[in-house]
């Protein structure tokens, strides 16, 4: 297969092309008064949602260079989700008002390796002058806020601020499609286990990049499965039940694997395959917890029930289970009372008797985990696509309140990194003229997000930053009810998380972008691209 190559100006010019394509489409969401976006989801009813990444990653364009421009920006916007689980559509905003100027200035005659460093250097600088003016979340009203920022519905955001205050800030909160109407909150049992699926086969062909199982069966061993043929007895009943398991070991050998993912694929049995967190004392310990708190009885030769008399009466139980890349959540786990309430009582004392700093932390950090407290949110609507439009605003939500708890908040709608252009234009200086324009780059892309707030709400974006440069700091424009606010009083702040890792992520992909010179592509329909 031969391979098509461009170089210089005529593959910049495409590759801002391929930007402002997907950076256009995205930034209609953007605030209190964005649009929403329709999705052909190829089957069934289309996907109406204002979720950045969601729409971003399905943009798919037919010249392969713009392709790159746009799978670019889409990185920016998926490495937010991964690290804050929202500002998506800040991120994309950002990347385009940097990814653009800093190619049309290489074009010019400017030194994109220096212009990189100097795109880098103001985006730390702005970041650390954001964090420094974070404020705590204290109360259930300011969590509450920050939810209903980001989901735009204050009823929905009060269901997320309940869950996180009546589970803590290392409960879990998971959120479920449900068959009604009506959105509601039920609170239950639910663990983390911190490791996620062995092996991807569990997500192919799927939208989502986790797996849902309803009603799970839970096989705990402490010992390494290296074939199926070890564990045939529960497999051979797990078929004929018709039930899914998860199997948690501390590994598995490649052939386990790869039986477990043929089997996956021709429909015989799921059996998610999770490997045990930690080493050693740590790692038994968990696993022993772990067996307590669902019912399971531990499959090893040391505990008296090897892996090859191991029957699905053995396995524990859950209610749902959700099983992503790097963490598995088990709700409505289904212990026996008495075991969880010897285990904890066991534990405290341990840690009454314990003199070790490090060990009485690691003790209270299983005595959460044998709590168990969860929450989840049963996400109802009226059709299916209004569910998943609303499970898609919830989860963003959910994470940003989350992030909020951790890192607290800043003065929202945009106006934070405004108020960072203004403190650091004085001071961001370089004595060199091309890292002083990729500092310039950054000061006038932080602006944006304001501008474009202020657009889709149908104001004069530019007569409203005009205002923003001068007003007081925390002092705002409410979007919704088109008045100049303080910020803080009326609600309308972002998680500091969400905001240092869009404006990161984006200078990040931008300065990659601008110092790109050839752009190389086999030849070939689109569909043998790879997706995103």
């Not at 006038?444 to 149908?458: D, E, F, K, S, T």
Request: proline fraction near 4%; charge should be negative.
């Amino acid at each position: 297969m031969s391979s098509e190559v461009r170089f210089g100006r005529s593959f910049r010019e495409l590759l801002i092309e391929g930007v402002n394509v997907l950076a256009d489409a995205v930034k209609v969401t953007l605030g209190p008064c964005g649009r929403n976006v329709v999705l052909d989801t190829g089957r069934g009813s289309p996907l109406v949602t204002n979720d950045g990444v969601t729409i971003a990653s399905r943009i798919h364009l037919a010249d392969p260079f713009q392709d790159m421009g746009a799978r670019l920006v889409c990185e920016a916007a998926s490495r937010t989700n991964d690290l804050a689980g929202d500002g998506t559509t800040t991120a994309t905003v950002l990347s385009q008002a940097m990814i653009e100027p800093g190619l049309k200035a290489a074009d010019h005659g400017g030194n994109p390796v220096l212009m990189k460093d100097g795109i880098l250097q103001g985006a730390r600088a702005a970041a650390d002058w954001i964090r420094k003016q974070a404020k705590p979340v204290t109360t259930r009203k300011e969590l509450e806020n920050v939810a209903a920022v980001s989901c735009g519905d204050r009823q929905l955001a009060g269901l997320i601020a309940e869950a996180l205050e009546k589970t803590g800030p290392e409960g879990l909160v998971t959120l479920k499609e449900a068959v009604q109407a009506k959105t509601w909150l039920e609170l239950t049992q639910g663990i983390e286990i911190p490791e996620g699926y062995a092996s991807p086969f569990v997500i192919q062909g799927q939208d989502s990049p986790y797996l849902t199982l309803e009603a799970p069966r839970i096989m705990i061993t402490s010992e390494k499965l290296d074939s199926l043929q070890d564990i045939l007895g529960v497999l051979e009943e797990l078929r004929e039940s018709e039930a899914a398991m998860i199997l948690v070991a501390p590994d598995f050998s490649e052939e386990a694997l790869g039986a477990l993912a043929l089997n996956h694929a021709r429909g015989i049995f799921t059996a998610v395959p999770v490997k045990a967190p930690f080493f050693g004392r740590l790692q038994s310990d968990y696993l022993q917890d772990l067996c307590v708190l669902t019912g399971a009885k531990l499959c090893s030769l040391s505990a008296g029930l090897p892996l090859q008399q191991a029957r699905l009466c053995d396995l524990g139980t859950a209610g749902n289970a959700r099983v992503e890349q790097d963490r598995t959540i088990l709700t409505e786990t289904r212990g026996d009372e008495q075991r969880i309430n010897l285990r904890k009582q066991q534990t405290e004392e341990q840690i009454r008797s314990e003199a070790d700093p490090l060990e009485k932390s690691r003790l209270q950090k299983r005595l959460s985990f044998l709590t168990g407290k969860a929450a989840v949110i049963h996400c109802g609507a009226l059709t299916g696509s209004l569910r998943k439009e609303q499970k898609l605003r919830l989860e963003d939500a959910l994470n940003a309140a989350k992030c909020a708890m951790q890192e607290g908040i800043v003065a929202g709608g945009g106006t934070a990194y405004v108020e960072a252009a203004r403190a650091l234009k004085p001071t961001l200086q370089d004595p060199d003229p091309d890292r002083q324009r990729g500092m310039e780059i950054v000061l006038n892309a932080l602006l944006v997000p304001a501008r474009q707030i202020a657009r889709n709400a149908g104001y004069d974006g530019d007569s409203i930053l005009t205002r923003l440069c001068q007003s007081p700091q925390g002092t705002g424009f409410n979007a919704v009810v088109g008045t100049w606010d303080n910020l803080f009083s009326c609600g309308i702040t972002d998680p500091v998380q969400v905001t240092c890792s869009a404006l990161l992520n984006a200078a990040e992909i931008a300065s990659l972008l601008i110092t790109t010179e050839a752009g190389i592509v086999q030849t070939g329909n689109l569909a043998d691209r790879e997706p995103y």
